[in-house]
């Protein structure tokens, strides 16, 4: 599978897995029937944390879970984010600030 043959919605989380009206995500039709669908939706799902933070907003809106397991559960996402772009050789934007910040304050 090359990039040339990947279609341009190719995991875009809001096109491939949009929120319905009933507030749950769910694939459109026209997904259904592309070739790339399992790809695509595994690969906007990886890319796409908010999936994860909307599971742990609705299960603490349904009692669930508490104010502390969902305190717990987001701040481990976003550890998980921090760490990926980590791994990734990018620095998040309040890293970048405080790199700027830092540069500045010698000049002061």
Known sequence: MSLET?????SDI?????IQTNG????????MACAHK??????ALRN??????EVV????AAGMIGFWGRWSRKKML???AQNKLASR??????????DVWESQKKYR
């Open 57 to 60: 907003d609705r299960a603490y």
């Open 78 to 80: 976003h550890q998980q």
């Open 89 to 98: 050789g990018r620095r998040s934007f309040f890293q970048r600030c405080k």
């Open 14 to 18: 809001d096109i491939v897995f949009p």
């Open 6 to 10: 990947l279609p341009e919605c190719f």
């Open 24 to 31: 749950l995500r769910m694939s459109p039709e026209n997904c």
């Open 48 to 53: 796409g944390p908010q999936v994860r933070n």
């Open 38 to 43: 399992t790809v695509c939706l595994k690969e």
